[in-house]
């Protein structure tokens, strides 16, 4: 059981590059989450999930249903989020981003820094890559089929888990594997720290996924799946805020699904071919019933991307000194918003179509080792262009928006030693308006009117500097033990940030500034054999200003330090720990911009033990305890309007038969 964190600073991922490359040997900053973590951290959210990862904060407040993800000081679609390659591109301010049950995932690779040279517009601050489980997470060598039972319980909200999943395997018609996953959460209103409750935060979940892979021939694999997530509950209409006596309450549903179908050919002896292609269609529908002000009123949002994915990677037959990986790949998406209110357009979620189609091609180059070391380039470069359309009569709205843009890519990994790689990364990424921005029109308080604006330039990064260092050493104190060590430094230039610009009769999204923001992360792991005991330590600082007018700017998290020590003891199959977080007070903000305000340090401290007993009789079963926010203290995150969740003791039982 030892050497978990270690071994997450040397994951296999394919975010970055979307190849199969180390993490310690990418010259991006990546960080891969897999299930053996969510499990021992009994995980309800993507928030839980990512929670030791330096530079990734979350805002929304803790209703699962308003989560917002900062990655450097990038929220809202400056951030990808994908689900098995689809994306999930709904965005409102008040209304969340994530709506995926954590119980149908196997991983999470979070990607911090540009990423449009491969993905394209809303990769700009970074991706968050959510995979799915699939039936071989589970199957033994020689097993055709399984059930695996989870129960938990969380009392900060009373959250009730059930989980059941079956899984198995055939020889026909050339043999695969499937699986059936059903989940179904259901939590009361939110207990916060020092003992206050958070009114109408309690939610209803339920959560469904079917996977078939089929192999039909050798090094072929054909993969169709859905997913399904339903959530209910009271929330006020902005679920980012408190209920108050002027608080709109609505009875909100949100109901999304995913289907996918792919197709892998990968042959090691083939060094032309190694093919990945998908298609996709995610639906996203939000109804909200009014229960305060204007009693009855259903209001629906409905928002769908269909998209194809093909890419295929090349293995250039090596020359005198180096050898190429091309990868090279075409992209083409849809995104579609539909609303009423009442019976009613919603004009403030704009009837409207965007078409978006990118090619891009990246080459991985290893040079062969030198008196001086060896090296890795990777160069690549995308090419984007989308045509948005209203597809309602808007004052001053004529025609469609259309515009182009080119992502280049340099990553550089110098391997030093055996041990020691630096590494150095430059990017440019991009950013499209989205509906809200083009063609927001209606009323937006008082005599205050939204006025649509079409001629909105794409936001982009124009200068992504990025350079580290990766140290890694086994043995280095003592026989059998794992050091890993990764520091990182960033530069980013912003032009064309896209802001509301409010005046006395209107309200409006204007191209009006430029933004930089600067900062570091440290990822450090230290497994000692003698003691059994691995410690990790995850470190952040970012300062970002508005360079137009030399003012902060009000979405950096303030610093952040956290320390986790895990102890085992193997006999028993028992390892248990602490983890310390600390975060810095965010005073440096901007006065002029409403709604942001300071925010105080905090540290917040949990504990957490697991039982995975060895071979023997109970070793189909697994037993986490854990304990959040053991002190029950009172703080606000810098991102959110509220007060985060307080002491939180948990359980979970999984039984595999």
Do not use: C
Request: hydrophobic content about 35%.
């Amino acid at each position: 059981q030892g050497a978990q964190a270690a071994d997450q600073l040397d994951a296999i991922s394919v975010t970055a590059t979307r190849t199969e490359r180390s993490v310690f040997d990418t010259p991006d900053t990546v960080t891969r989450i897999d299930i053996q973590e969510m499990e021992r951290d009994q995980v309800q959210s993507l928030s839980d999930t990512l929670k030791d990862v330096p530079g990734v904060e979350f805002g929304g407040g803790p209703r699962a249903v308003a989560e917002q993800p900062n990655i450097r000081g990038m929220s809202g679609n400056r951030i990808l989020i994908t689900v098995d390659g689809a994306r999930q591109n709904f965005d409102s301010g008040h209304k969340g981003r994530v709506f995926v049950e954590t119980e149908l995932l196997k991983a999470v690779d979070v990607l911090r820094g540009p990423g449009s040279a491969v993905y394209g517009s809303g990769a700009m601050g970074g991706v968050i890559a959510m995979t799915t489980k699939d039936a071989a997470d589970f199957l033994m060598p020689g097993e055709k089929f399984g059930v695996r039972l989870k129960g938990g319980y969380q009392s900060a909200n009373n959250d009730k888990l059930g989980t059941g999943i079956a899984f198995g395997a055939f020889d026909m018609l050339g043999g695969g594997d499937y699986l059936l996953s059903l989940t179904r959460r259901d939590s009361d209103d939110i207990r916060l720290g020092g003992g206050e409750t958070l009114e109408d935060s309690a939610e209803s979940t339920w959560a469904g996924l079917a996977k078939f892979n089929w192999t039909p021939a050798a090094h072929h694999r054909l993969t169709l799946s859905r997913q399904y997530t339903f959530d209910s509950g009271e929330v006020p209409a902005q679920a980012d805020e408190e209920t108050s006596a002027t608080a709109v309450l609505t009875d909100r549903e949100t109901e999304v699904t995913s289907d996918r179908l792919g197709w892998r050919y990968d042959n090691p002896d083939n060094r032309w071919v190694n093919l990945d292609a998908f298609v996709y269609n995610t639906a996203q529908t939000v109804r909200e019933k009014r229960i305060g002000t204007i009693q009855g009123r259903l209001d629906v949002i409905d928002f769908e991307t269909r998209g194809v994915d093909v890419r295929n990677t090349t293995r250039l037959a090596p020359g005198k000194s180096s050898r190429h990986r091309l990868t090279y790949g075409v992209e083409y998406y849809r995104d579609d918003m539909d609303s009423r209110k009442g019976q009613d357009a919603n004009e403030a979620f704009p009837d409207a179509t965007a078409d978006f189609m990118g090619a891009y091609i990246q080459d991985e180059i290893t040079l062969d080792r030198t008196a001086l070391g060896s090296w890795e380039l990777i160069p690549g470069v995308r090419y984007d262009r989308y045509e948005s359309q209203s597809d309602r009569e808007l004052p001053g709205v004529t025609g469609s928006t259309e515009e182009s843009q080119l992502s280049p890519k340099l990553g550089v990994i110098f391997k030093a030693t055996e041990w020691m790689n630096l590494s150095f990364n430059y990017a440019q990424a991009f950013r499209a308006p989205n509906f809200q921005e083009l063609y927001i029109s209606g009323a937006h308080f008082g005599g205050n009117n939204f006025e649509p604006n079409p001629d909105l330039k794409p936001e982009r990064l124009v200068h992504g500097l990025e350079a580290g260092v990766r140290l890694r050493a086994d043995g280095l104190v003592e026989t059998g033990d794992r050091a890993r060590l990764r520091l990182t430094a960033y530069h980013n230039e912003y032009e064309d940030f896209i802001e509301s610009i409010v005046t006395t009769g209107s309200t409006r999204f204007e191209n009006v500034s430029e933004a930089r923001i600067q900062g570091a992360e440290l990822e450090a792991s230290y497994y000692t054999p003698s003691l059994d005991m691995d410690i990790s330590v995850a470190a952040s600082a970012a300062v970002g200003d508005d360079t137009d007018t030399d003012e902060p700017l009000g979405n950096i998290p303030g610093h952040s330090l956290t320390l986790n020590i895990r102890k085992y003891l193997p006999d028993y199959g028992v390892s248990m720990g602490w983890r310390s977080a600390v975060h810095q007070r965010q005073d440096r903000i901007n006065d002029n911009v409403i709604g942001t305000e300071e925010t105080p340090g905090y540290s917040v401290h949990d504990v957490y033990l697991s039982w995975l007993p060895p071979p023997g009789p109970f070793d189909d079963v697994q037993v986490n305890l854990g304990i959040d926010n053991l002190f029950d203290k009172h703080y606000t995150p810098h991102l959110s309007t509220l007060p985060a969740p307080g002491r939180n003791a948990k359980i979970s039982l999984i039984v595999q038969f």
